[in-house]
């Protein structure tokens, strides 16, 4: 079979699956419909990074998205600022959403008001679904951003929800705040609160438990907690203690396990990405090998420990969620390497990473192109079978994630 041929039967098998998003932070969608938006939600998020980095000011930035700012100067600023950013992966997934939503290239100053106003016109109730069908999203395993500790999430048929859990308690938090920590005065009762919550997220149909640390695991026995415990107590300030923190993280584990929650684990990229390197989270694999570990992002830029990681750990798995409009170019690099390093029920292929539902389909499309150029390197290389590269597309978008989330 000739290259053109192959690759035009990979991308078509590819872009028919109904996939399993494994991630993103979809807002709810009456929220949504709610919201006053304009163009300048096809360029925020990810585009606000790079634009940040190309050197717009903090002031300028919150001039540009903020939803009152008068929509010309909205345009003067993005005028001033897209030609530095116009070709990196997140503005390549802007520019598919305008093509295929308002059949158009690229904003322009001839278009951006009409962009915006059918934006706004077309954020009507069930609009979610036309947008995940179009884009052959079958289910999202939605981390919505909402404190954990404050609410039991709800699911929807489309968005199923992963839940942050915990975050780092204070003397606040003990004495009036949220659900999870209020009330507790020694270990049994933390033991017994955690206990009860992650219960409650599995009878409630949660999926998995998010957990984002941003600084390597440490160990915390019980003599160091109870005195942590007691020194918040006695405070009641907001001084966070990071190693009851630990302590409490070790408790949601050894729950996790007990219900059979799996665990999403955002790695590398953000802020001072050195706290998110997955090596420094090993001894938490060793120390849970029942619990179900999905690591994110392949960890970029650590992207060969996570994949040495899920070869290493029966229980560890890599994801390849936000990837494709990190860089293309990286995610490409990092399925060849996948195909020949890791047995393949290792490996999660799609999630997306946005707030706002209007920017997923442009990830699905550069997930299509990358992972078919991906396989058809494998296929040309002589390592796959066209039969087995598309069992491999088929594993890590559906079958996988699907067993792994139980969606
Ligand atoms: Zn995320």
């Given at each position: 079979m000739n290259t053109e041929v192959l690759k035009q039967e990979l991308y078509e098998y590819i872009s028919a699956l109904k996939v399993v998003d494994c991630h993103e932070h979809i807002i709810d969608e009456k929220e949504a419909v709610e919201s006053k938006v304009d163009f300048s939600i096809l360029v925020n998020q990810y585009n606000r990074c790079d634009f940040s980095s190309a050197g717009m000011k903090p002031a300028e930035l919150e001039e540009f998205y903020h939803?009152?700012?008068d929509l010309e100067r909205k345009w003067n600023i993005f005028e001033k600022w897209y030609p530095y950013v116009e070709d990196t992966s997140y503005m390549k997934a802007t520019k598919l959403v305008l093509q295929h939503?308002?059949?158009?290239?690229e904003l322009t100053k001839d278009n951006y008001r009409q962009i915006s106003a059918q934006l706004q016109a077309r954020r009507?109730?069930?609009y979610y679904k036309k947008i995940f069908e179009d884009c052959g999203i079958r289910v999202v395993l939605n981390?919505?951003?909402?404190?954990?500790?404050q609410r039991f999430p709800e699911n929807t048929d489309l968005l199923k929800r992963v839940v942050r859990a915990p975050d780092v308690p204070d003397g606040v938090q003990m004495v009036?705040?949220?659900?999870?920590?209020?009330?507790?005065?020694?270990l049994a009762d933390l033991r017994e609160r955690v206990k009860w919550y992650i219960g409650t997220l599995k009878k409630l149909d949660n999926k998995g438990i998010k957990l984002m640390f941003g600084m390597p695991y440490e160990s915390v026995d019980d003599i160091e907690a109870a005195a942590e415990l007691q020194r918040l107590l006695r405070s009641?300030?907001?001084?966070?203690s990071t190693r009851l923190f630990w302590y409490t993280v070790d408790l949601v584990l050894d729950e996790a396990a007990k219900e059979g929650l799996p665990v999403s684990m955002h790695t590398g990229y953000?802020?001072?990405f050195r706290g998110y390197s997955?090596?420094?989270y090993i001894p938490l694999f060793f120390r849970h090998p029942d619990v179900r570990f999905d690591l994110f992002h392949?960890?970029?830029?650590?992207v060969k420990p996570s994949l040495m990681l899920a070869k290493n750990f029966a229980n560890v798995r890599v994801d390849l969620c936000w990837t494709y409009i990190i860089s293309q170019q990286f995610a490409y690099d990092s399925l060849c390497q996948i195909v020949d390093f890791?047995?393949?029920?290792k490996v999660h292929g799609f999630g997306g990473d946005f707030r706002?539902?209007?920017?997923?389909y442009g990830h699905r499309m550069m997930m299509n192109e990358t992972m078919s150029a991906a396989l058809v390197a494998k296929v040309s290389d002589g390592t796959l079978s066209l039969e087995k590269a598309k069992l491999w597309a088929r594993s890590m978008l559906v079958d996988n994630p699907a067993e792994f989330y139980n969606v």
């Open positions: 939803p009152d700012t939503d308002f059949g158009v290239e009507q109730p069930g981390d919505d951003l909402i404190p954990y500790s009036n705040e949220g659900f999870f920590y209020n009330g507790i005065t020694c009641q300030t907001e001084q966070g953000w802020e001072d997955p090596e420094g392949l960890g970029y830029p650590y890791l047995p393949r029920n706002q539902a209007e920017r997923v």
